[in-house]
């Protein structure tokens, strides 16, 4: 059931019932310029609810990751930028990054936020029981979890927000296979997955969903690992410099976890060429390898949507918006040199 009557969306929209009908149930049948319409009204009617149940109301809420710091910076401007959208109503933000936690110290953030109180947490954080133990824990104490970008299994948690990640992985592999098969010499040669762990849910399903892609697409390709370098630039032009050096024929790479400049590196360090390099995330780094044309691709996902759909869904659990429902999963877009958003 859509949060507000078809009837009061077609007389903001200033179209007809049945024709709103078609553009929410995705049932066709409208011209674009319409059903953009539709989605403006419906945008204002949301706007105009926060309006009128948040005006002059604070909420607190907590943004714990588990991330290298080029994606937390990249997190924390999407997060600054939309929360004038959600005015009359005022968030504050704690924060709580790290580049290196564990499982046992993110839940330790955790429980201490349980503590102190909250009106919500947005989490990335590795898959692990202690992290759902300590989103369960929350809950008891009546604060939503809402997890970015990768979820934790067998949680409480009252919402992911992010892409389609095993969709994701399959793009990936679509792309990669298509570009290495435009090759004069086929299809042949090896691409190189790298995760920075494998503690993230989201992270094993690109993967998964890569390797499945791939091995029905490009079964001539093989596949090589890297994982545990955190996504860290250091460590991951080392792992990678030994990943490549046992692995000759890798002439592309699939970037799952980041740290995309540290393995071009290693690349140059060994004198071998990267044919395909595809990557996830539009941060700083990356749309300098876009420009440079060192990345061929990026997937990227919308950060700022997302978080707005992480504030709003702690905001219903508060019970300070209607019931709605829940966060639809993000469009992947593919993002070449050639389509670049501006920051």
């Known amino acids: 059931m859509h949060p507000h009557p078809l009837k009061d969306i077609a007389r903001q929209a200033g179209v007809g019932l049945a024709t709103v009908d078609r553009v929410v149930n ?22 105009q609810t ?38 009359p109503a005022v968030l504050r933000v704690r924060h709580h990054l790290s580049e290196r936690a564990e499982p046992g110290e993110i839940a330790a953030v955790l429980r201490a936020i349980a503590r102190r109180g909250s009106h919500g947490v947005i989490l ?7 992290t759902a133990a300590a989103i369960d824990a929350l809950r008891g104490r009546r604060i939503p979890t809402v997890t970015l970008v990768t979820d934790v299994a067998a949680s409480a948690r009252v919402a992911y927000v992010g ?11 679509f792309l990669i296979a298509a570009w290495l098969g435009a090759r004069p010499d086929g299809a042949g040669g090896g691409v190189l997955v790298a995760l920075s762990s494998h503690r993230f849910l989201g992270e094993e399903e690109r993967e998964a969903g890569f390797r499945a892609a791939l091995a029905r697409d490009a079964p001539a390709v093989t596949v090589t690992g ?5 996504g860290l630039d250091r460590e991951t032009r080392a792992l990678a410099l030994d990943v490549l050096e046992a692995a000759p024929s890798v002439r592309a790479v699939y970037s799952i976890g980041g740290g995309n400049a540290a393995i ?36 990227h996902h919308d950060l700022a949507r997302d978080l707005r759909e992480a504030c709003l869904a702690i905001l219903r659990d508060n019970r300070a918006l209607p019931p709605g429902p829940a966060p639809s999963l993000s469009a992947c877009a593919v993002i070449t040199p050639f389509n670049l958003p501006e920051e």
Request: aromatic content about 4%.
């Open 26 to 47: 995705g049932r066709g049948g409208v011209r674009p310029q319409t059903a953009r319409r539709v989605a403006q009204a419906i945008a204002e009617l949301e706007q």
């Open 50 to 87: 926060l309006e009128a149940t948040l005006h002059g109301r604070r909420f607190t809420i907590d943004l714990v990751m588990d991330a290298p710091l080029r994606f937390s910076d990249a997190v924390r401007g999407a997060l600054d930028g939309l929360l004038p959208s959600l005015l």
């Open 124 to 130: 990335k954080a590795p898959n692990h029981p202690i």
């Open 163 to 173: 892409m389609d990640n095993r969709a994701a992985g399959e793009t990936a592999a």
């Open 226 to 230: 890297l994982a545990e370098a955190r």
């Open 264 to 299: 071009l590196s290693a690349f140059d360090a060994l004198k071998r060429p990267c044919d395909v390099f595809v990557g996830h995330d539009l941060d700083a780094d990356n749309r300098a390898l876009l420009r440079s044309r060192r990345l061929q691709a990026v997937l």
